[in-house]
Nanobody, 119 residues
Framework: QVQPVESGGGLVQAGGSLRLSCVVS????????MGWFRQAPGKEREFVAA????????KYGGSMKGRFTISGDNAKNTVYLNMNKVEPEDTAVYYC????????????WGQGTQVTVSS
């Protein structure tokens, strides 16, 4: 059974950094995307970043580009999200997803990890 599991969330001050990790148990999907999304209270889920395992091609949501970096470790079946210069607006539950045929559509989702940015 495929199950992404996120970790690394927590409380961070504005301007600081945080690294989220997502380990995927079960099968690996080398020709698919792995991605990060977030959802703040009262808002719709928002695309954050994605990486195509086979090529390393990355994509980012508009407000995250330049501040967030997605990377992956194939040997560990793990994807990371490095978050720099975080802002209070980055406060949300961050979800990892795998087996994405496109960078926006995925078959398997994690339970999420809370990130709270204090001003």
């Amino acid at each position: 059974q495929v199950q992404p599991v996120e970790s690394g969330g927590g409380l961070v001050q504005a301007g600081g950094s945080l690294r989220l990790s997502c380990v995927v148990s079960g099968r690996t999907f080398s020709n698919y995307y792995m991605g990060w999304f977030r959802q703040a209270p009262g808002k719709e889920r928002e695309f954050v970043a994605a990486i195509l395992w086979s090529s390393g091609i990355t994509k980012y949501g508009g407000s995250m580009k330049g501040r967030f970096t997605i990377s992956g470790d194939n040997a560990k079946n793990t994807v990371y999200l490095n978050m720099n210069k975080v802002e209070p607006e980055d406060t949300a539950v961050y979800y990892c997803a795998t087996r994405g045929r496109t960078f926006l559509q995925y078959d398997y989702w994690g339970q999420g990890t809370q990130v709270t940015v204090s001003s």
